[in-house]
C-alpha cells in the first residue's frame, strides 16, 4: 500500500524543512522527499538545501574567518596589539566550515525526528490526481516509490545560472559551490556578477589574500540597494582594493596553463582580456522546476522557469503550493520560510499574511549592508512626500570602541503620517540591526516612536534611534 500523507513537502531547504516542521506542529502527518546533490560521509542526503550546505552557512562561515585573519593581520595596531608571522590555515578553515554544514544538516535531521516527519530520500515529480489525493513518484538511489498526498507543498529551491559561453567545472570556473572550497587563495581572482554573492565571496577571497576583480554587466553599481547606500559602498570595497568594472560584455573564457582568460568590452567600448587564476560566475540563480512533472497536475512554469501562484503561494491545482526560489519574489532564505509557515498554516485553516515590504534584505561584506523597504530613489520616483534622517557610525561611541565606525544608517519616513517606509543601513552588524527596522514596519512605526524608545548606551543601535531624530532635525550627538 502507497504511503499517505496530509501533506507532502517537496525539498528539505529552508523553506521546504520549516513547512514540515510548521505543518506537523499543527498535527497533520507529514512526509518530506529530498534527492540531494550534497551526501553526509554515510551516503545519506544531507538536509538543509543550498542555504545550509552551499550557500548562506558555509559562506558566512568563511566570511567570519576572513574577517578574523584581515582584523589580526591589518587592524589591531590601533588597539595597541602587536602581531607577527600571521598565518591562516586554509584546510582548517575549510574544515572548520564544513563541521558547522554538518551540524546545522543534521539538526534539521533531528527536527524531523522529532516532529515525526516521515523523510523520503529522492527527488518528487507528480504522477497525477486521484480521489484519494496526489500522485508523486519518489526516485531515489534505491528505486521508485509512488506516494499519495491531500496537499503539496513545492519547495525544490534554485540553481546557480549558469553563462552558455563559460563552462563551469567548480575547478578552475566556479560557482557559488566551486567558489567555497579553494584549498588555497588565488592569487588573482575574477568575479563575473557584483550582486550579493558575487560581493561575498569576492571579498572573502580577497581578505585571505586574492587580488579580485570584479566585472558587472549593470552601469551602475548595487542597484537595488538605496542610492546612498551603493554610492558609500562602492568608495568603501575599492578602498579595500576590490576592482570593480561597471557596463562591461562578457566575451568567452578560456581555460589557460595558469587559469582562465576572461575577455569582455568595457563601457567605453574597448575590448580586454583578464587573466586570473580561478574565475567565479555569480549571475544569479534560477528554479529548480523542469523535473516535478508539473503537466500531469495541470501546471505550468513559466517562462522563466517560476510557479505561478497567489498572494498565499497557491497554484492553480488545488491543494498545491510552492514556496521560496520556485515563485516570485526575492531569492531568500528567510522569504522561503517565512512563505512555508503561512502555507503550513492556510492549510490548517487559519490566516496567516506576509508583509513582503517588511522583509530584509543583506549582504554579508565588510562592513555589512541591510535593508528593508523603500529606497528614497522609489519614493522620488512615486512623488509622494517623504522625510530623511540619517546617522553616521563614526559619531557613535560603541562603533569607535570597536574600531568599527564605517557607514551610516538612512531612515526614510512619511512626510505627513511620519510612518517609517524604508530603513538602510551600512555598517557593522547591519544584519542584526536591521531587525529592530523589519518589527518597526511590520507594526507600522513611525520615526518617532523609534526615536522615543530607550536604547541601550553605548551600543550600535542608538544609530538607529539618532537616524529616527534626524528625520525631524534633532539629533542629539551630531
Not at 514540515?20 to 546533490?37: D, K, M, N, P, T
Request: charged share 25%.
Amino acid at each position: 500500500m502507497n504511503k499517505q500523507f496530509d501533506v507532502l513537502v517537496i525539498g528539505a531547504g529552508p523553506g521546504g524543512y520549516i513547512a514540515a516542521i510548521r505543518a506537523a506542529q499543527l498535527g497533520f502527518s507529514v512526509g518530506c522527499c529530498e534527492f540531494s546533490a550534497y551526501d553526509d560521509p554515510a551516503g545519506e542526503p544531507r538536509l538543509g538545501g543550498t542555504c545550509l550546505n552551499a550557500g548562506c552557512i558555509p559562506l558566512k562561515a568563511l566570511v567570519a574567518s576572513s574577517e578574523l585573519f584581515e582584523k589580526v593581520s591589518h587592524n589591531l595596531e590601533d588597539h595597541g596589539i602587536t602581531t607577527s608571522g600571521v598565518g591562516i590555515d586554509i584546510a582548517k578553515m575549510q574544515l572548520r566550515k564544513e563541521a558547522i554544514v554538518t551540524k546545522m544538516t543534521a539538526g534539521v535531521k533531528f527536527l524531523f525526528r522529532k516532529n515525526k516527519i516521515t523523510l523520503l530520500h529522492g527527488r518528487g515529480s507528480f504522477a497525477g490526481r486521484t480521489d484519494a489525493g496526489y500522485r508523486v513518484i519518489i526516485s531515489g538511489k534505491e528505486g521508485e516509490e509512488e506516494v499519495l498526498a491531500q496537499k503539496v507543498i513545492i519547495a525544490t529551491g534554485s540553481k546557480a545560472r549558469h553563462i552558455p559561453n563559460i563552462a563551469v567545472d567548480n575547478v578552475t570556473i566556479c560557482d557559488n559551490e566551486g567558489a567555497l572550497k579553494f584549498t588555497e587563495p588565488p592569487k588573482k581572482l575574477g568575479v563575473i556578477g557584483a550582486g550579493v554573492i558575487g560581493l561575498e565571496v569576492g571579498s572573502v577571497w580577497r581578505r585571505l589574500g586574492a587580488e579580485v576583480t570584479v566585472l558587472e554587466v549593470m552601469p551602475s553599481f548595487l542597484v537595488a540597494a538605496d542610492e546612498s547606500i551603493s554610492r558609500e559602498a562602492s568608495k568603501l570595497f575599492l578602498k579595500q582594493g576590490l576592482h570593480i568594472k561597471l557596463g562591461v560584455r562578457i566575451g568567452q573564457a578560456k581555460l589557460t596553463k595558469h587559469g582562465v582568460s576572461i575577455a569582455y568590452t568595457d563601457d567605453q567600448g574597448f575590448e580586454h582580456t583578464l587573466e586570473c587564476d580561478k574565475l567565479i560566475v555569480s549571475v544569479g540563480r534560477i528554479p529548480n522546476t523542469e523535473k516535478l512533472n508539473l503537466e500531469a497536475i495541470g501546471l505550468q512554469a513559466d517562462e522563466r522557469g517560476f510557479i505561478p501562484v497567489n498572494d498565499h503561494c497557491a497554484t492553480t491545482a488545488p491543494g498545491v503550493y510552492a514556496i521560496g526560489d520556485v515563485v516570485r519574489g526575492p531569492m531568500l532564505a528567510h522569504k522561503a520560510e517565512d512563505e512555508g509557515v503561512m502555507v503550513a498554516e492556510l492549510i490548517a485553516g487559519q490566516k496567516p499574511h506576509i508583509d513582503y515590504n517588511s522583509m530584509p534584505w543583506v549582504i554579508y561584506t565588510t562592513p555589512e549592508i541591510a535593508w528593508v523597504g523603500k529606497t528614497e530613489q522609489q519614493l522620488r520616483a512615486e512623488g509622494g512626500d517623504y522625510k530623511v534622517g540619517q546617522f553616521p557610525f563614526a559619531a557613535n561611541g560603541r562603533a569607535l570602541g570597536l574600531g568599527d565606525a564605517e557607514g551610516f544608517i538612512k531612515m526614510l519616513a512619511d512626510g505627513k503620517t511620519d510612518e517609517i517606509l524604508g530603513v538602510h543601513i551600512i555598517g557593522a552588524d547591519a544584519s542584526d540591526l536591521i531587525a529592530e527596522a523589519a518589527l518597526a514596519m511590520e507594526f507600522r512605526a513611525s520615526s518617532e516612536d523609534v526615536a522615543r524608545t530607550c536604547h541601550p548606551h553605548p551600543s550600535l543601535s542608538e544609530v538607529m534611534r539618532e537616524a529616527a531624530l534626524a528625520i525631524e532635525k534633532r539629533a542629539l550627538n551630531m
